[in-house]
């Protein structure tokens, strides 16, 4: 096999994926060896999900994806402990959200129908969606 690295280049290495190798039955162990040996030797690159890679590293895939999204100085002060990874969900970018203990404001459920119109049903059900989690 020959893949194409990022820059548009031909290597002689094969990108394997992690999810063929696994769901492939027809594969026997001393293949599944052979195939382990020839990645050990970079001669194939292994095609890893999301969820594979967070648990080789020991982390949830959600602790990965918040790394994906870090800037360079936010990996710095996530690394010398100025600021968690992902923030708590009453805190939006460091900002603390004030949560309000009065009780929201009531409206009649004609108000509500021409909320709903005006948005749209899919949009409305994704706040309730967002509100229920």
Aim: proline content about 6%; charged content about 25%; glycine content about 6%.
């Amino acid at each position: 096999m020959v893949a194409k690295n990022g820059n548009g280049n031909t290597s002689n290495r094969a990108i394997v994926s992690v999810r063929s190798l696994i769901n492939n039955r027809k594969l026997t162990k001393p293949q599944r060896a052979f195939i382990g040996k020839r990645v050990k030797r970079g001669e194939f690159d292994l095609e890893l999900t999301d969820k594979l890679i967070a648990q080789a590293v020991g982390c949830s895939v959600s602790y990965l994806h918040a790394a994906e999204r870090c800037s360079d100085s936010d990996e710095c002060k996530v690394k010398e402990g100025f600021r968690p990874l992902i923030w708590p969900k009453d805190v939006v970018n460091g900002n603390p959200v004030s949560l309000s203990l009065d009780p929201p404001p009531q409206i009649s459920d004609l108000q509500l129908d021409d909320i709903v119109r005006l948005v749209g049903p899919e949009r409305a059900w994704d706040a309730i969606q967002r509100t229920m989690s």
